[in-house]
Nanobody, 122 residues
Framework: QVQPVESGGGLVQAGGSLRLSCAAS????????MGWFRQAPGKEREFVAS????????YYADSVKGRFTISRDNAKNTVNLQMNNLKPEDTAVYYC???????????????WGQGTQVTVSS
């Protein structure tokens, strides 16, 4: 299993950038798909981006394509989300999660971090 812990959230102005990091304990980290999800107040948690265990495959929600980049460093058991050209609608609590099958569906992720708040002001 993996135990993700997110960091890097904060307040940023629209058009700015922010990088989220996720540190995940576990000897089998490279076996897991890792994904980022977000949840805004009053809305359901939604998929943002994910990366396969070896880093070969990446997937993005249409709303963030071209703006966000997911990456991982298996030697350090970390996964990052570089967020550029942020918009107010990106405001949410961002969660890092892992799953052996994974992909883009929230149902496929079994291990979740505590979340980190991202607030984008206009």
């Amino acid at each position: 299993q993996v135990q993700p812990v997110e960091s890097g959230g904060g307040l940023v102005q629209a058009g700015g950038s922010l990088r989220l990091s996720c540190a995940a304990s576990g000897r089998t980290f490279s076996s897991y798909f890792m994904g980022w999800f977000r949840q805004a107040p009053g809305k359901e948690r939604e998929f943002v981006a994910s990366v396969s265990g070896g880093g070969t495959y990446t997937y993005y929600a249409d709303s963030v394509k071209g703006r966000f980049t997911i990456s991982r460093d298996n030697a350090k058991n970390t996964v990052n989300l570089q967020m550029n050209n942020l918009k107010p609608e990106d405001t949410a609590v961002y969660y890092c999660a892992g799953g052996l099958l994974a992909g883009t569906s929230i149902r496929a992720y079994n291990y979740w971090g505590q979340g980190t708040q991202v607030t984008v002001s206009s």
